[in-house]
T-cell receptor, first 114, second 109 residues
Framework: SAVISQKPSRDICQRGTSLTIQCQVD?????MFWYRQQPGQSLTLIAT?????????ESGFVIDKFPISRPNLTFSTLTVSNMSPEDSSIYLC???????????FGEGSRLTVL | GIQVEQSPPDLILQEGANSTLRCNFS?????LQWFHQNPWGQLINLFY???GTKQNGRLSATTVATERYSLLYISSSQTTDSGVYFC???????????FGQGTRLTINP
């Protein structure tokens, strides 16, 4: 398995502000992903974080709203920009090691936007 | 895209009961995982099982890839088993994990 640390674990934010979530892994991984889980819903992939290049976004998600960085093989950030109450969700980082099939998830970051 | 359907959507049982959760998927996959999301939102890996059968304590899982379904068995349920169980798959040739809608399991004492 992989030890995945996410910060913050939870936060309450004001409408119109932005928040950056960090994901730190204890070892190098090939794939890093960011997921969103809206209240009462399943998990939806936001984007694949690519090391040293722009993230690959899924349909319905755009870079201006969810900028992602991945400066190295163990760290990534997701920013939720210009937040509205609809952005209240759990945001989860997920990783996959090279040659491994299984994905692991961080503890999640629970955002509430007022 | 691939469809991942889980059933039942909700399940309420008494402590000690057994249960079977099902996951159907619409395309060939090279990864299938079962997760348990506890009441605090943590997603816990239960099984990585693209095919075959695995057991871990009171839990076991079977995936029949040729028939595109997987089953999760929970025996002698405990209240701590409560939460949402997710099935997720990666289709062949892809990298991303696609989740089903989950089964919400409630175990009453």
């Amino acid at each position: 398995s992989a030890v995945i640390s996410q910060k913050p674990s939870r936060d309450i934010c004001q409408r119109g502000t932005s928040l950056t979530i960090q994901c730190q892994v204890d070892s190098q991984v090939t794939m890093m992903f960011w997921y969103r889980q809206q209240p009462g819903q399943s998990l939806t992939l936001i984007a694949t974080a690519n090391q040293g290049s722009e993230a690959t976004y899924e349909s319905g998600f755009v870079i201006d709203k969810f900028p992602i960085s991945r400066p190295n093989l163990t760290f990534s950030t997701l920013t939720v920009s210009n937040m509205s109450p609809e952005d209240s969700s759990i945001y989860l980082c997920s990783v996959r090691r090279q040659g491994a099939g299984e994905l692991f998830f961080g503890e999640g970051s629970r955002l509430t936007v007022l | 895209g691939i469809q991942v359907e889980q059933s039942p959507p909700d399940l309420i049982l008494q402590e000690g009961a057994n249960s079977t959760l099902r996951c159907n998927f619409s395309d060939s996959v090279n990864n299938l995982q079962w997760f348990h999301q506890n009441p605090w939102g943590q997603l816990i890996n239960l099984f990585y099982i693209p095919s075959g059968t695995k057991q871990n304590g009171r839990l076991s899982a079977t995936t029949v890839a040729t028939e595109r379904y997987s089953l999760l068995y929970i025996s002698s349920s405990q209240t701590t088993d409560s939460g949402v169980y997710f099935c997720a798959v990666i289709i062949q040739g892809a990298q991303k994990l696609v989740f089903g809608q989950g089964t919400r399991l409630t175990i009453n004492p």
